[in-house]
């Protein structure tokens, strides 16, 4: 598989913009990123973008938005405000194919936790 996300979740490529990881999700910071904070909620389990999405992985989808919201907080992102966003399909900004939602915020976070 050529996809780069898939190759980050299995080690395959460059990890240093891991900040957080569970059995379901990886976040990673944004290699070219449109907000001073624009970090990636990705699904661990390939799924192509939210036209893909199955039933059975509204649970997946509920864990991507609790993380989002607990890194908001974690990195004090809750008070200035941030935006989630899922771009799906290419004409709408989808560059890569693999379901993830971006965590946008005006405020740089410091010192983030990385593995």
Known sequence: MD?????VITRETS???IIEENDDLIVIED????EPTDWLVVSKKH???????ENDDKELIWKMLLKAKELA?????????YKLLINV???????????????????????????
Request: aromatic share 8%; proline share 2%; net charge positive.
């Open 47 to 53: 799924i192509v973008s939210v036209n893909e999405i």
């Open 31 to 34: 290699i070219n990123p449109s």
């Open 89 to 115: 399909g290419k004409g709408a900004g989808q560059i890569i194919d693999h379901l993830h939602m971006h965590i946008l915020s005006k405020l740089k976070v410091k010192n983030s936790q990385r593995f």
């Open 3 to 7: 996809c780069i996300f898939c190759k």
């Open 73 to 81: 907080k974690k990195y004090d992102l809750v008070g200035s405000g």
């Open 15 to 17: 990890t240093k913009w």
